[in-house]
Structure formats: structure tokens, C-alpha cells
């Protein structure tokens, strides 16, 4: 079986966030699937089988599996239109359904995946503590506007919202120390935000818990974020766009379209590459 390599919420036909896609006959054991996408290197890799009409749907980083990853989510609908033409299709993960939809447009192909349910609660003040420290932050480098909080659209993430660009670009950490933040708080990802306006944001997101520094394109979290300033009562009006990856030169795009019903599922679209194409 060969592993599709495509690159998620490109920016045009640079930058995203390259994912491995595996479509099967079967799902192979986990142990199998978690040495490929070792072997495979991205921060996830997604792996399908059809069931019905539906598709069972699993994601490993190169050390441990997640129960759900946007970016691989996104590829893996690229992955599907490639084999079976535009349409929606629904998936199963281990924890929820939802739906990938998806288009070739031109040379590309356009991706819009239904999160799972979403919801937040504020961080407690020890856990912001420590994620700043290990961060080199300090409180003052909060925007006091976007309160840290743990969110959910599939995974657990924290959220650190940012006064000042700069102080998002300047972001850095010990890999192993946030490892263990993560793994233990259960946070598949930190996610570090500015918005440089209510509907245009900035973001990176630490990935430790799956052993990468960091992602440049991160749907799960987007989905949450989303749903979290639906919470707040942010005006988003109706949507918001985030770049992502720009501080690694991986410049990526992603939009979050946001229903009015709270805890509501985010749609998360953009656009993939293939990357054995380029």
C-alpha cells in the first residue's frame, strides 16, 4: 500500500501542512500503522478503510496515536476526491463522526471537514503558569480579550492568546519539557494566537505530545479555537481566517466557518497539494 504525501491548507501552491494518507482495504494493526507513520515522518498520518458507506478513519503521529487531526483529516479528502471524485464523505473516528467534503480546484484540491462537537473552559491559573514559563512568556504578554482557556473540537488543546505578533514570532520551548506538559495534561497541542484583527488571526502551534516542535497548519485546533470565541461572544462574523506556518516558512491558510449554536461543529476548509506531484 503506498502512502499519499499531501500538503494541507496551502497557501496557493506553497506552504501547508504535509500529511501521509494511507487508503486500504483494511486497517492495518495499530502497531503496523504507528511504524509507518514513523517511518512516514509528518506530524500525522491518516489511515481509511470504507465501511459501508461511511469511512473508518485512525491518525498517528510519528509517536503516539490522536483521536482526531484536521490538517491529515483535510488530506485524506483530497485523497478521496483524487479516487472517487468530488463529493462528502462521511467518516468515523475513534471518538465521533463527522464529514470531509471535497472539490479539484484546477490544479488543486479544495477540502471543508464538519468537526466534531466543540467546547471550552477557562485554564487554571497553575497550568497558564507553567505553559508561560516553559514559553518564556509572562502574563503580560496575554491579550487580556481572549482569556486562556482548554478547548475542544476533537482533542484537547490549550489556548495562549498574544498582545503582539511579535511575541508570537519570537516563540520558543524545550521539546522534551513541553512533551511532558502535554502528555500529562493531556493536550495534544498548545495553540498560541494573535488576532490581528476580530476575524484575522495568527497562530502556531506547539505539537509535543506527538514529538514535533511544531505544525504549520492545524485544523483540530482551529475547529476549537473557533468554537471557543463563539463562547467568548467574539465578533467573528460568522467566520475567520488564520495564517499559520509563516514563522516557519511554511506559510498556510485556513478558514473556520462558525454556526451560531454553542458547542456546534466548525467547518474547517482549505486547500491541499499533492506533494508527489509537485
Known amino acids: 500500500m503506498d502512502v499519499l504525501k499531501i500538503a494541507a491548507f496551502s497557501d496557493d501552491n506553497t506552504g501547508g501542512n504535509p500529511a501521509g494518507v494511507l487508503i486500504g482495504d483494511t486497517l ?61 464523505f462521511p467518516l468515523i473516528l475513534n471518538q465521533a463522526n463527522i464529514t470531509v467534503e471535497g472539490f479539484r480546484d484546477g490544479a488543486n484540491i479544495a477540502a471543508a471537514l464538519q468537526s466534531p462537537p466543540t467546547r471550552s473552559k477557562p485554564a487554571s491559573p497553575e497550568l497558564v503558569a507553567e505553559a508561560l514559563a516553559l514559553f518564556g512568556y509572562s502574563a503580560t504578554d496575554l491579550d487580556p480579550a481572549i482569556a ?3 478547548i475542544h473540537g476533537g482533542a484537547d488543546h490549550l489556548v495562549l492568546a498574544l498582545k503582539s505578533r511579535e511575541a508570537l514570532s519570537a516563540m520558543r520551548y524545550d521539546l522534551k519539557a513541553g512533551q511532558v506538559l502535554m502528555r500529562r ?3 495534544v497541542t498548545i495553540l498560541l494566537a494573535h488576532a490581528e484583527t476580530p476575524r484575522l488571526f495568527h497562530t ?22 473557533a468554537g471557543y470565541l463563539r463562547d467568548l461572544g467574539w465578533p467573528h462574523g460568522g467566520a475567520i481566517d488564520v495564517v ?23 467547518r474547517v476548509s482549505g486547500t491541499a497539494r499533492m506533494m508527489d506531484e509537485a
Open 244 to 266: 499559520q506556518g509563516e514563522d516557519m516558512g511554511m506559510r498556510s491558510r485556513l478558514q473556520a466557518q462558525i454556526g451560531p449554536e454553542i458547542g456546534g461543529s466548525i
Open 204 to 225: 502556531r502551534n506547539p505539537f509535543a505530545s506527538g514529538g514535533v516542535y511544531e505544525d504549520p497548519a492545524t485544523g483540530a485546533s482551529t475547529a476549537a479555537f
Open 185 to 187: 495534561e493531556g493536550l
Open 148 to 150: 486562556p482557556a482548554l
Open 28 to 88: 492495518p494493526e495499530a502497531d503496523e500503522m504507528q511504524r509507518i507513520a514513523a517511518e512516514v515522518g509528518f506530524s500525522e498520518t491518516a489511515f481509511a478503510t470504507r465501511e459501508g458507506d461511511n469511512w473508518r478513519v485512525r491518525y498517528f503521529s510519528p509517536e503516539s496515536e490522536v483521536p482526531f487531526c484536521g490538517h491529515a483529516t483535510i488530506a485524506l479528502g483530497a485523497a478521496l476526491v483524487r479516487q472517487f471524485g468530488d463529493g462528502t
